[in-house]
């Protein structure tokens, strides 16, 4: 995958365009964006080397203590989903794709203010802040940088604007997502759903679009 990728994938998952670039500048941060790379400084292996032991369970990962991926998931709990979610779907420990579905799947079922605030917000800053300090929780709250990262990708997003059938469909995303977390139906079975109020947001929301 290529930042492109990994965004596109963030913003199909019902991210706005902010909250996708608010993500990635934290991993930018946190792993430079390489999905198999090992905390510096914390094994004596190589990033390849300790991968394939990984994959091939020659080494404790859950309870090595050492930050891993792209967003350098290091509490034992978050390792041990990360590795149950990468044999769920076959996949190497280091890949790309799993571990971008992977993020995406922990903030909706683990931290899903987190979620929801990345699937609605506009505000590049605060929602950088927000994953630093909820999501990712690093020892130094070095958010300035992450700041500086989610604004780089920002601009490159914005050389590349969705059609309107995008525009559409990543907002249904969005609109399902909020509502999943204020509990009108579960987060993972949300496709194909309808109620009164999502009928009614639609609404407004094609209102609003017909005025622009």
């Given at each position: ?9 963030l913003?199909?998952?019902?991210m ?7 993500l990635?500048?934290n ?10 790379i ?10 390849e080397?300790?991968?394939a032991?990984?994959?091939n ?6 309870h ?9 998931w ?8 990360l590795?149950?979610f990468?044999?769920?779907?076959g996949a190497?420990?280091?890949?790309e ?12 079922t ?11 917000t506009?505000d ?8 630093c ?11 300035a940088i992450r ?6 990708f ?6 590349e ?7 559409i469909d990543?907002?249904i ?14 987060v993972?079975?949300i496709?194909g759903?309808?109620t ?17």
């Amino acid at each position: 995958m290529s930042n492109q990728t990994i965004y596109t994938a963030l913003v199909a998952g019902g991210m706005t365009i902010e909250g996708a670039c608010a993500l990635m500048g934290n991993m930018q941060q946190e792993s430079r964006m390489k999905s198999n790379i090992v905390q510096i400084g914390c094994s004596k292996l190589s990033d390849e080397q300790y991968t394939a032991a990984v994959d091939n369970g020659l080494i404790d990962f859950v309870h090595d203590g050492i930050g891993y991926g792209l967003c350098q998931w290091t509490h034992w709990e978050r390792k041990q989903r990360l590795l149950e979610f990468a044999k769920k779907l076959g996949a190497s420990i280091g890949d790309e794709d799993m571990q971008v579905k992977f993020a995406i799947y922990e903030m909706k079922t683990y931290y899903n203010s987190t979620f929801l605030l990345l699937c609605s917000t506009n505000d590049l800053y605060y929602a950088t802040q927000f994953v630093c300090v909820n999501y990712e929780q690093p020892k130094i709250n070095n958010v300035a940088i992450r700041y500086t990262y989610a604004q780089g990708f920002l601009q490159q997003a914005y050389t590349e604007k969705p059609t309107p059938s995008e525009k559409i469909d990543k907002t249904i995303l969005v609109i399902q997502s909020i509502m999943a977390g204020d509990g009108y139906w579960d987060v993972d079975q949300i496709h194909g759903k309808r109620t009164d109020l999502f009928k009614k947001k639609i609404v407004e929301w094609a209102n609003d679009v017909a005025t622009i």
